[in-house]
């Protein structure tokens, strides 16, 4: 597709368990973050790709949280042992360059993960 | 760190109304953008704008650097409008991640 693809759309997950989301940039776009927006906040920074390395991960809340991106296009936020306060949706976007670059930044569709 | 501040929270007007929704930020920046979010979480980036002043379509935004401050105007507003919208500037200069505001409903009603 054209846009930015992120899977699932929706994951009710029980506490305590591992958690996989998926990132699918714009092909091309080499800068990939990922933002958590909790219900009635804006987005917040978790992590900055700039190809296959993490940038800044300063936003990562704890170690439970880990994302990769191993080929500089795809990405993988995970969350081990999974918290009710995890609940959120998880935004992916992606960029040609940085957010600082004056380049337009696209946002995916979001995960929208519970955890209950 | 960037301190981002919008208002109104919550905004609600009439079809036809002229729409300001503002902005303002705590540290220098060379960019800032406008985005748009409606119910189901999708983001869509509206402007980026660096000075000066942007329109597209019934849609403007304008900022002063100096002021450290963005508008976001509507012209003609539409129900269609309805949605909850954030301006986003870098934490610092040459960073690469956005902080943003917590966001400005805006409910246009027929």
């Known amino acids: 597709g054209a846009g930015v693809s992120q899977t699932p759309s929706n994951k009710v997950t029980e506490k305590g368990k591992y958690v996989e989301l998926r990132c699918d940039p714009i092909s091309g776009h080499t800068a990939l973050y990922w933002y958590r927006q909790s219900l009635g906040q804006g987005p917040e920074f978790l992590i900055y790709f700039q190809g296959t390395g993490a940038a800044d991960d300063s936003g990562l809340p704890n170690d439970r949280f880990f994302a990769v991106r191993p080929e500089g296009s795809v990405s993988t936020l995970k969350i081990q042992r999974t918290e009710r306060g995890d609940s959120a949706v998880y935004l992916c976007?992606?960029?040609?360059?940085?957010?600082?670059?004056?380049?337009?930044?696209?946002f995916g569709e979001g995960s929208w993960l519970t955890v209950v | 760190k960037n301190e981002v501040e919008q208002s109104p929270q919550n905004l609600t007007a009439q079809e036809g109304e002229f729409i300001t929704i503002n902005c303002s930020y705590s540290v220098g920046i060379s960019a800032l953008h406008w985005l748009q979010q409606h119910p189901g979480g999708g983001i869509v980036s509206l402007f980026m704008?660096?000075?000066g002043k942007k329109k597209h379509g019934r849609l403007i935004a304008t900022i002063n650097i100096q002021e450290k401050h963005s508008s976001l105007h509507i012209t003609a507003s539409h129900p269609r409008d309805s949605a909850v919208y954030i301006c986003a500037v870098p934490t610092t200069q040459g960073a690469q991640k956005l902080v943003f505001g917590q966001g400005t409903r805006l409910t246009i009603n027929p």
């Open positions: 704008l660096s000075s």
């Open positions: 976007a992606s960029s040609p360059g940085g957010a600082n670059s004056g380049n337009t930044i696209y």
